[in-house]
């Protein structure tokens, strides 16, 4: 996931594969686009656009309460999905991202993952994780999160959502991460099997390590089907990732499509990514869509 050594390894992959720092604009938008986001994509209440009502949520865990975005269809009840955002955390580009999903007929929580530390958004329009002293403060913001509180986080997020009239409780829930969001699905989808059918993990890092606790280690309890999506780069940093996870979704019976996303750099789906790659990042969005059209219907 997002750290200091990420960041050197996308540059030493930029420099292996002759691109300039001028070609990585051309990639994608960058860190400048979340200042360029319309200010209704932080609504203080309801706001109705395209079929689809935004509204600012608190949902109070063990720990506190957590500052969220809420989206859904202006109409009925839809099945749910749960969002983790990667290191940068809950700002206008999730928002965007989360009423896009809106958009296609669910009903999308997006929350604060460091809710403990700050309120979203944590960084300002125009800072990059490839400033120290940001890097600095989001990872020790990451590193306040335990695996426990994560958990416990993702159960009071699902109950929520069961609470709210705009979810079809009939169906299961959807649950999405990027970046340091990787892990969080794969622990919610093995925690919380009762409710969660289907789980992507984008550009997600460590998903299968050596560690007691290791998020694939929960594969035998899953009942979702799932989706991850691998940047090229942390592929050749750890080439045994994706071989560890489909080997152990195949033996559990856990319907998964595991892919490297060739020429994706980590951190390639979030628009106001440094190295969005605008390409596949919608192949990916498409393969989330069918993944839920599967198994959220």
């Not at 979340?34 to 656009?49: F, K």
């Not at 009071?156 to 169906?171: C, G, H, N, P, R």
């Not at 994706?242 to 998964?256: E, G, R």
């Amino acid at each position: 996931m997002c750290d200091e050594r990420t960041e050197k390894e996308n540059e030493a992959y930029f420099a292996r594969k002759g691109i300039s720092r001028r070609d990585v604009a051309r990639l994608g938008i960058g860190a400048g686009f979340v200042a360029m986001l319309p200010a209704c994509a932080s609504p203080s209440q309801d706001v109705v656009e395209a079929g689809v009502t935004e509204r600012d949520v608190v949902i109070t865990t063990p720990d506190g309460d957590c500052d969220a975005h809420f989206a859904f269809p202006a109409q009925g009840a839809h099945a749910a999905v749960l969002v983790w955002p990667d290191i940068m955390g809950l700002r206008p580009a999730f928002r965007m991202m989360g009423k896009r999903l809106a958009e296609s007929g669910y009903a999308v929580l997006t929350v604060n993952p460091f809710y403990r530390s700050a309120k979203a958004p944590v960084i300002e329009p125009g800072q990059s994780f490839r400033d120290p002293d940001v890097r600095t403060k989001l990872v020790g913001y990451r590193r306040a999160v335990s695996t426990e509180g994560m958990v416990s986080d993702a159960k009071a997020f699902v109950d929520w959502l069961d609470a709210q009239d705009e979810v079809d409780t009939s169906k299961k829930i959807g649950t999405t991460g990027y970046c340091m969001g990787g892990p969080y699905v794969m622990r919610t989808a093995g925690n919380i099997p009762e409710r969660i059918g289907a789980g992507g993990s984008f550009h997600g890092g460590g998903l299968a390590t050596e560690g007691e606790d290791s998020p694939h280690l929960l594969i035998p309890n899953m009942e979702a089907g799932m989706l991850i999506a691998i940047a090229e780069n942390d592929d050749e940093q750890a080439p045994q990732v994706k071989t560890i996870l489909k080997d152990a979704f195949a033996a559990n019976d856990v319907p998964a499509e595991v892919e490297v996303y060739e020429g994706a750099m980590h951190g390639w789906c979030p628009p106001d990514s440094a190295v969005y790659n605008e390409e596949q990042a919608e192949k990916a969005w498409s393969r989330l869509l069918a993944l839920f059209e599967t198994h959220l219907a």
